[in-house]
């Protein structure tokens, strides 16, 4: 298992290009299954994610060309002959169990590994059962495994999601453009990538209205082609390297970002005194030496994202003043506190929420990634500490962010994969 080496106390500065986005690859990966012959998507990135999801949709019957230079996939799904996702795929990736609304919906059958609990928190999937159920299957689950199967096609319905899941949205939308007749998905979650899929699906043929609004309305098609699309830029790598140019009070410019859906992060960061410009398709960061305390509190989409509350956490332990982060959507997400301590900040938790103490100075230790994002504050932390952090487990990292250390390099950060 790799480690980064950091040396820290260097400001970034020069432009970086990001990403596709992870979470906008991995569910338009799983909709391929809807179609019959090759789509092709665009933008991808290199991620252990990303090959995870290829080796499913492979094992499942699909043959997948991944072309790192292009950045492009071609998924060829004519001869999908498996209805099973087995335990040690979904094992290691939770998003592996958006396979089973295509592969329900095209076949009338999946099974599907019941992804256990993670690092963040236990993670269920009642809320993609009940939308499922909802929508005609018969669902058994036993032996670890979810079966869920249909009599002849899905029929379309009214679904009212408890809460605004990300997954569950995603994969009831792709169960239900091949249902029959309308589906009506309400208190859906709002995110960009489900705009991401559902632009996907509408350019396979399939009619579905209302997506990045909490009322999604699907009729439902015959049949789906394979379609082209390329994937919109990741916002989560975008605000962490806006975060690496607040906190080494560098001067960045990030290219190949939508700033619409940046904003909760660039708000924060503004609040905090950090100068932010934003251009079509490009934000510029500059760094200054003290940023000011701000509170966070993470919500579904609009609201400020959980998977930006570890580098926030990072950030305020740099900034001058007390702040409060409250997560409210992950019941354990605050691995990342214990290591960041070990670098000398001063967090207290209080169930849900962290009082930092911010203005102390980082100093360089030896710490362990948690899991993805607590992996990118801890590198934050490096970039900020004026001697040298060891990260391990550094697997998490490479799971969502792209060739996290050649970006940093190239801004001028010193830092390595051992
Ligand atoms: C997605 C993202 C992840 C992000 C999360 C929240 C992907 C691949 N991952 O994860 O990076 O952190 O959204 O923005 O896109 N829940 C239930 N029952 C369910 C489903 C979810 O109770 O059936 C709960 C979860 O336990 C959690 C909350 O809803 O507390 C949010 O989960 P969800 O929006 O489903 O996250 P994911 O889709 O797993």
Do not use: W
Not at 26 to 46: N, Y
Not at 79 to 107: C, D, Q, W
Not at 341 to 349: P, Q, W
Request: net charge neutral; proline share 4%.
């Amino acid at each position: 298992m790799g480690v980064f080496l950091i040396d820290g106390g260097i400001p970034l500065k020069g432009s970086v290009r990001i990403s596709g986005a992870k979470n906008a690859i991995l569910p338009t990966l799983a909709a391929c299954l809807l179609t019959e012959g090759k789509s092709v998507l665009k933008d991808v990135p290199d991620l252990e994610d990303v090959h995870t999801m290829c080796g499913l949709l492979t094992s499942l019957g699909a043959n997948i060309s991944f072309n790192t230079i292009q950045k492009e996939i071609t998924v060829d799904t004519s001869h999908i002959h498996e209805h099973t996702a087995p335990y040690e795929l979904v094992n290691t990736m939770r998003a592996s169990f958006l396979v089973m609304g295509p592969l329900l919906a095209r076949k009338g059958r999946a099974r599907v590994s019941l992804p256990g609990g993670c690092a963040i928190g236990s993670r269920p999937v009642d809320l993609h059962l009940k939308g499922f159920s909802a929508l005609g299957a018969n669902i058994n689950t036993g032996h670890g495994y979810v079966e869920a199967q249909v009599r002849g096609k899905l029929t379309g319905a009214r679904i009212y999601l408890d809460f605004p899941s990300v997954g569950a949205t995603e994969n009831i939308l792709m169960a239900a453009v091949l249902a029959k007749g309308q589906t009506t998905i309400e208190n859906a979650a709002t995110e960009p990538e489900i705009v991401d899929l559902a632009t996907m699906l509408v350019s396979m043929g399939a009619t579905v209205t209302g997506a990045g609004t909490d009322t999604i309305r699907v009729t439902g098609t015959e049949q789906l082609n394979p379609a082209e699309h390329t994937i919109i830029p990741d916002r989560i790598e975008a605000g962490t390297f806006m975060v690496a140019a607040a906190m080494t009070g560098g001067n960045v410019l990030l290219k190949n970002v939508l700033p619409d859906h940046l904003k909760p992060v660039t708000a924060k960061l503004r609040e905090a005194g950090v100068e932010i410009s934003e251009e079509l398709g490009c934000i510029r960061v500059k760094g200054l030496e003290k940023p000011k305390a701000v509170d966070i509190k993470t919500h579904p989409h609009p609201g400020f994202p959980t998977d930006m509350q570890a580098q926030m956490t990072s950030f305020l332990s740099f900034a001058e003043g007390t702040s409060m982060v409250v997560e409210t959507i992950f019941e354990n997400r605050f691995m990342h506190v214990s290591e960041l301590k070990r670098m000398g900040a001063r967090i207290k938790i209080d169930g849900r929420t962290a009082i930092i103490e911010g203005g102390i100075p980082f100093m360089g230790a030896q710490v362990k990634a948690t899991d993805l994002r607590a992996g990118a504050a801890l590198i934050l932390a490096g970039l900020c500490a004026k001697d040298k952090t060891e990260i391990s487990d550094i697997y998490h990292i490479d799971r969502g962010y792209e060739k996290m250390e050649e970006k940093l390099k190239a801004l001028g950060a010193r830092i390595c994969r051992l």
